[in-house]
């Protein structure tokens, strides 16, 4: 018989006497059929439609193709799945599992009417602030009802059972502009343009996310920030006790005076000087001595005492000081906190308690590395902030499939990149019927069996949701 070739067909030699090629004729395929995981987790914790309800649409619905819940859903999704610019859209558009979680009607076998493209989603991330529309911005959005949604989320993942203790860590990082973005200055400490914008975590509990310029203290609107978010938590649960926690960026008089006067407890890192290592000499030597005696090393002596500043503090405060002595030399460390001597000792205070913030910078490694948090390069604070929400609602939907479908599992404690790239990127043939769409995955797909028991608890997570 004569050999039928295909122009489109690429050559890749041969294996077994049998000729390798490839081609881009494969149909309804797709390589994110995780998104179906991410579909049942948001019909589960009700996100999206959520979100959606924070902007309001002032187009003529009848001249429009993709509402806000669709497009909302779009770039939530794409940014979970590992696509952070707009751009990518125009391709990802025609995603046929994509266009089949977020509701987009089927054409035949030709898969789901295309998602919105690159200019249409840009005009919802370019919505501004406010309530009076304009020619060409019919999309606002309402910041303070974007803020309160992390807030009720985190509340709502506890069910009925409210926390004794709950812990809030505070923190300050750089997010690098390239460009020159409305609120671009040189931040001395990162050596380079950035936005400095604050986080607050509860454990893996995203409840804020504000981006600022880098020309402030790292401290500013910190005290509103926690403010906000404790009123949220207090009405909801009005006894739990809170301990607010953060590196000595956070140790201001304000801060602190708030605390005290709004029954939460705090353990702040305080930066050290002169006066507070001359207060603790004796423990440097006696760290030293230990570390002498046993080859070298690292030693540990800890201090507890009341301490006030010249002219910055308003009262004495419990300050409580590591004496470390390590590789040869002295690295003393300080920690003020408002919490009590016989509810806490001074060793698992700072090593048990204070040290744990640490993990927060785990987290926000997640926001703006796995989920693009940093891709805030477009021209006004606004547009960047409102990006900065995007990524910050696509880490809340992974962290709700951790949480959800993946307790006790390998991928318990996994990043979100990580859960990317073992469970949702999954290849997929999508065959469409009158009377289904059968999403056939990878049948060598490695996670099929942790992809199932995420599936099955997922869906019984959403079955039991209240409507």
């Known amino acids: 018989m004569p050999t ?8 890749f030699g041969r294996a077994r006497g049998r000729s390798v090629v490839a081609a881009f004729d494969g149909g309804l395929v797709t390589s994110d059929a995780g998104a179906l995981l991410l579909a049942s987790t948001d019909r589960a914790i009700r996100l999206v439609e959520r979100f959606a309800a924070c902007f309001r649409d002032g187009r003529d619905r009848d001249l429009i193709a993709h509402s806000i819940a669709t497009m909302v859903g779009q ?17 990802l558009r025609r995603d046929p599992v994509l266009g089949v979680v977020l509701g987009k009607a089927v054409d035949g076998t030709k898969g789901p009417v295309p998602l919105a493209g690159k200019s249409t989603l840009n005009r919802l991330e370019r ?6 529309d304009t020619r ?12 309160s949604l992390f807030v009720e ?3 709502e993942a506890h069910g009925n059972r409210a926390p004794r203790e709950i812990v809030l860590d505070v923190d300050a990082t750089d997010d690098p502009l390239h460009g020159h973005q409305e609120g671009r200055f040189f931040h001395g400490y990162y050596d380079g343009y950035c936005y400095l914008p604050l986080y607050v975590f509860c454990g893996r509990h995203l409840l804020a996310a504000r981006l600022r310029r880098s020309n402030i203290d790292a401290s500013a ?21 809170i301990l607010l926690r953060a590196d000595s960026g956070f140790a201001r008089e304000t801060l602190m005076l708030w605390c005290e006067h709004n029954r939460v407890d705090y353990v702040f890192g305080l930066a050290r000087n002169a006066r507070l290592e001359a207060r603790i000499v004796d423990a440097l030597a006696e760290a030293r001595r230990r570390s002498e005696a046993e080859d070298g090393a690292p030693a540990r002596v800890f201090r507890d005492f009341l301490w006030t500043t010249r002219d910055s503090w308003s009262r004495r405060r419990r300050v409580i000081a590591k004496a470390e002595w390590t590789r040869g030399e002295a690295n003393p460390r300080f920690i003020v906190t408002s919490l009590k001597g016989d509810a806490a000792m001074a060793r698992p205070l700072y090593e048990g308690i204070y040290c744990a913030r640490g993990e927060m910078e785990n987290r926000i490694k997640e926001c703006q590395g796995d989920l693009f948090a ?3 390069s477009t021209a006004t604070m606004r547009a960047n902030q409102l990006r900065l929400w995007f990524a910050s609602m696509a880490y809340v939907l992974i962290a709700a499939l951790r949480r959800i479908g993946l307790a006790h599992t390998e991928f318990a404690q996994a990043t979100c990149g990580t859960i990317r790239l073992k469970l949702l990127k999954i290849g997929a043939l999508v065959r469409i019927s009158a009377r289904r769409i059968k999403i056939a995955m990878a049948s060598a797909a490695p996670a099929a069996n942790a992809w199932r028991l995420a599936a099955s608890r997922i869906q019984a997570a959403a079955r039991a949701s209240p409507d």
């Open 136 to 147: 060409y911005h019919k999309i606002r959005h309402d910041g303070a009802a974007i803020e």
């Open 374 to 376: 940093d891709r805030t």
């Open 75 to 91: 770039r939530v999704f794409g940014l979970a799945l590992g696509y952070e610019d707009l751009n990518d859209h125009d391709d």
């Open 221 to 241: 609107g910190a005290e509103e920030e926690v403010a906000r978010i404790v009123a949220q938590i207090r009405a909801r649960w009005p006894r739990v006790k």
């Open 153 to 155: 989320l985190f509340l």
């Open 127 to 132: 919505a501004p602030s406010g309530a009076s």
């Open 4 to 11: 039928h070739c295909n122009a489109d067909e690429m050559d």
